[in-house]
């Protein structure tokens, strides 16, 4: 038994933890999440290098690279909620109340 199956199973956790905080705006759980992840799949690569083990981790990191696409698509989601937010204050007037009761304070 090789230690594959457990890399895996972390960056498969990593993944939905950072594709959770992406989805949620929450970028410096990202960035923290991503650093892990990205360590964790550059382990597997070296694992990679040897020949017993090469099939193995190949197959785990077809895997992870599914997961990238996974977070890739939760920032974009957490971008454009953001960007709705943000649009829908500066629609509402709030933004402009409170930007000119701050310039006469």
């Known amino acids: 038994m090789t230690a594959i199956p457990a890399l895996l199973t972390d960056i498969e956790s ?3 933890m950072t594709a959770h905080a992406a ?3 929450d970028w410096t759980a990202v960035e923290r999440y991503e650093t892990v992840r990205l360590a964790l ?3 597997l690569s070296g694992l990679a290098a040897d020949p017993v083990l090469r099939a193995e981790a190949l197959s785990a990191l077809r895997q992870a690279e599914s997961h990238s696409v996974t977070i890739g ?15 829908a204050l500066r629609q509402s007037g709030t933004a402009r109340r409170l ?3 701050a310039r006469t304070a």
């Open 14 to 16: 990593l993944s939905g």
């Open 23 to 25: 989805a949620g705006g």
């Open 41 to 43: 799949v550059k382990t």
């Open 73 to 87: 698509h939760a920032i974009d989601v957490g971008r454009r909620a953001h960007e709705r937010s943000a649009q």
């Open 99 to 101: 930007y000119g009761k």
